[in-house]
C-alpha cells in the first residue's frame, strides 16, 4: 500500500480519474498533499474544509440523522464526508478525514480517534485509525491513512474485486 500522493495522482491521471476532498482535523492538509505533486490539476478537482459540522451537513449533505445517531466522529460521518466530496465536485472519488486533534475530547471521544472514508464507483470505505501524538502528528497520520485506503480502494478496482 502506498501514501506516496505523487504514485496516487500518476495513478488517477493515467487512468483518467479524478478525486476531491472533504477534511474536517485535517483542515486542508490531504489537500495539499495533493496538490504538492507537480501535473496534479490532472486529477485534483478541489475540496471542502468542513471543520464545523454545520459545514458538512450544508456543503457536504451529511444527514442531520447520521450527525445525531452517530456524531461527527464516526465512520458513517466520514463515508457521507466523503460521498458529499464527490458528488459536489464532480469526482471519481472523495477522499474525507474526521476525528479529534485534540487537545481534548470530542462526543466523548478520545484524541486520536480519526475516521478516513473514500467513497467511489463501487461504493464507500471507511477506516478508523487509533493515532498517538501531538496535534500535528494526528493530523499526518490521518492525511496518511486517507491516502492507504484510497490506494487500497484503486488496487482492488484495479483486481477486478472492487
Do not use: N
Not at 483542515?27 to 495533493?34: D, M, S, V
Not at 478541489?46 to 454545520?54: D, F, H, N
Amino acid at each position: 500500500m502506498t501514501t506516496d500522493p505523487r504514485q496516487l495522482v500518476e495513478v488517477l491521471t493515467a487512468r483518467g480519474e479524478t478525486i476531491a476532498t472533504a477534511e474536517s482535523l485535517t483542515g486542508g492538509q490531504l489537500a495539499a498533499l495533493f496538490t504538492s505533486v507537480p501535473g496534479a490539476s490532472a486529477c485534483f478537482l478541489g475540496g471542502v474544509v468542513s471543520y464545523a459540522t454545520a459545514v458538512k451537513a450544508s456543503l457536504l449533505s451529511v444527514s442531520e440523522s447520521v450527525i445525531d445517531k452517530h456524531g461527527v466522529v464516526s465512520a458513517e460521518c466520514a463515508g457521507a464526508m466523503a460521498s458529499g466530496a464527490r458528488t459536489l465536485l464532480g469526482a471519481t472519488y472523495g477522499v474525507a478525514t474526521t476525528g479529534v486533534a485534540g487537545p481534548d475530547r470530542q462526543e466523548d471521544k478520545p484524541v486520536g480517534l480519526v475516521w478516513v472514508a473514500v467513497a467511489g464507483p463501487e461504493g464507500v470505505q471507511a477506516r478508523m485509525l487509533d493515532l498517538e501524538g501531538d496535534r500535528a502528528t494526528i493530523q499526518a497520520g490521518s492525511c496518511r491513512g486517507a491516502l492507504s485506503v484510497l490506494d487500497g480502494m484503486l488496487r482492488m478496482e484495479d483486481s477486478g474485486l472492487g
